[in-house]
């Protein structure tokens, strides 16, 4: 680009954006790119730093910030994403609706190896919400050759860098196990706090069955709502290494394949994972009653976002799986379960 003083600039086009900034008052935009300059921007200009601005370049082969920060995110986030305009060399990516974010980290690294360019998302697995902002993308100079951003593309091309995949439907069914609850000596807390934590995705609990620690009253409960119509099973009680406690050993009779039985996240290390067919049955322990947020809460979004869960995903949750039960909980915004 061209550097050119500000008091010889009238008539000319500015190449860049101008930012303002007033502490604690306002950031934001003054000049947009594509501006031309005129004798009363003069003085503004010059309260703002500028004592030299850079005109619009000619070169065909150099791109500017801001075409060459929406082309990087066009190439990066196909896959249910919106984008913002440029707006100061930058390139805001938005969730097109609620879902789970997925980034390809590998990508990511070789997109950031990338001389000038940057690319930054917040971390892979966060259940997010539609139109929150989930990536943003910058050039560091004003300019760039066109060839970077070429790279950029057809490496994007091949692989997904940013998605969105939405929750689908599941229908739940709850099988609490417990002599306790059966019998009515205490009353189940299970069922109130499932229901509030299936209830911001798109799915139901169609119904709660509470039987005794026994494998066939367990095996009679998760058939039954399997025929009503649930494709997802959440065991309750009975999780632990207790004499009394069945409900494992319950699930793996039923020809459940048994992922995990124990998962390195605190809380939530008595969690386990499995597959009846293609119906997820997930065993949970009892922190899922007392603890704001548990190992449940990382796995949840994955399921209902339709991911088969592996080993190797159980496995990887014990980099970022210690809860430090911060008082409020932040948790999505917190280390927890980000390890990955």
Same mark, same amino acid.
């Given at each position: 680009?061209?550097?050119?003083?500000?008091?010889?600039?009238?008539?000319?086009? *500015?190449?860049?954006?101008?930012?303002?900034?007033?502490?604690? /008052?306002?950031?934001?935009?003054?000049?947009?790119?594509?501006?031309?300059?005129?004798?009363?921007?003069?003085?503004?200009?010059?309260?703002?730093?500028?004592?030299?601005?850079?005109?619009?370049?000619?070169?065909?082969?150099?791109?500017?910030?801001?075409?060459?920060?929406?082309?990087?995110?066009?190439?990066?986030?196909?896959?249910?994403?919106?984008?913002?305009?440029?707006?100061?060399?930058?390139?805001?990516?938005?969730?097109?609706?609620?879902?789970?974010?997925?980034?390809?980290?590998?990508?990511?690294?070789?997109?950031?190896?990338?001389?000038?360019?940057?690319?930054?998302?917040?971390?892979?697995?966060?259940?997010?919400? /539609?139109?929150?902002?989930?990536?943003?993308?910058?050039? $560091?100079?004003?300019?760039?050759?066109?060839?970077? $951003?070429?790279?950029?593309?057809?490496?994007?091309?091949? /692989?997904?860098?940013?998605?969105?995949?939405?929750?689908?439907?599941?229908?739940?069914?709850?099988?609490?196990?417990?002599?306790?609850?059966?019998?009515?000596?205490?009353?189940?807390?299970?069922?109130?706090?499932?229901?509030?934590?299936?209830?911001?995705?798109?799915?139901?609990?169609?119904?709660?069955?509470?039987?005794?620690?026994?494998?066939?009253? $367990?095996?009679?409960?998760?058939?039954?709502?399997?025929?009503?119509?649930?494709?997802?099973?959440?065991?309750?009680?009975?999780?632990?290494?207790?004499?009394?406690?069945?409900?494992?050993?319950?699930?793996? /009779?039923?020809?459940?394949?048994?992922?995990?039985?124990?998962?390195?996240?605190?809380?939530?290390?008595?969690?386990?994972?499995?597959?009846?067919?293609?119906?997820?049955?997930?065993?949970?322990?009892?922190?899922?009653?007392?603890?704001?947020?548990?190992?449940?809460?990382? $796995? *949840?979004?994955?399921?209902?976002?339709?991911?088969?869960?592996?080993?190797?995903?159980?496995?990887?949750?014990?980099?970022?799986?210690?809860?430090?039960?911060?008082?409020?909980?932040?948790?999505?915004?917190?280390?927890?379960?980000?390890?990955?």
């Amino acid at each position: 680009m061209n550097k050119v003083r500000v008091q010889d600039a009238v008539g000319m086009v *500015l190449g860049h954006d101008i930012t303002k900034i007033v502490p604690n /008052e306002f950031k934001g935009r003054a000049f947009k790119k594509g501006h031309i300059i005129s004798v009363n921007d003069i003085p503004e200009l010059l309260k703002l730093g500028k004592e030299h601005i850079f005109i619009m370049p000619t070169n065909k082969d150099l791109l500017h910030e801001n075409e060459a920060a929406l082309r990087i995110a066009s190439a990066g986030g196909k896959v249910g994403v919106n984008f913002t305009e440029p707006k100061e060399g930058k390139v805001n990516l938005l969730a097109d609706s609620s879902g789970l974010l997925k980034v390809n980290k590998e990508l990511l690294r070789k997109i950031n190896s990338v001389e000038d360019i940057i690319f930054a998302s917040i971390h892979n697995n966060t259940p997010v919400s /539609e139109n929150q902002i989930v990536a943003g993308t910058r050039i $560091i100079p004003l300019v760039i050759d066109e060839k970077s $951003i070429k790279y950029i593309e057809e490496i994007c091309a091949q /692989e997904n860098l940013i998605e969105i995949k939405p929750y689908k439907e599941f229908k739940v069914g709850i099988v609490t196990t417990g002599n306790e609850v059966f019998y009515g000596r205490i009353q189940d807390a299970f069922g109130p706090v499932l229901r509030v934590k299936v209830s911001p995705f798109a799915t139901e609990v169609i119904e709660q069955k509470i039987v005794p620690d026994s494998k066939e009253a $367990i095996r009679e409960a998760v058939f039954s709502l399997i025929e009503k119509g649930a494709n997802m099973i959440l065991a309750t009680g009975g999780m632990s290494v207790d004499p009394d406690d069945v409900t494992p050993s319950a699930i793996r /009779e039923l020809g459940t394949k048994i992922i995990s039985y124990g998962a390195p996240a605190l809380p939530g290390a008595m969690f386990l994972m499995g597959y009846l067919g293609d119906i997820p049955i997930m065993g949970l322990p009892g922190c899922v009653m007392y603890n704001k947020i548990t190992v449940f809460d990382l $796995i *949840l979004p994955r399921v209902l976002a339709g991911e088969v869960i592996t080993k190797m995903d159980i496995i990887n949750l014990g980099h970022g799986g210690l809860c430090l039960e911060c008082n409020p909980c932040r948790y999505p915004n917190c280390s927890f379960g980000k390890g990955d």
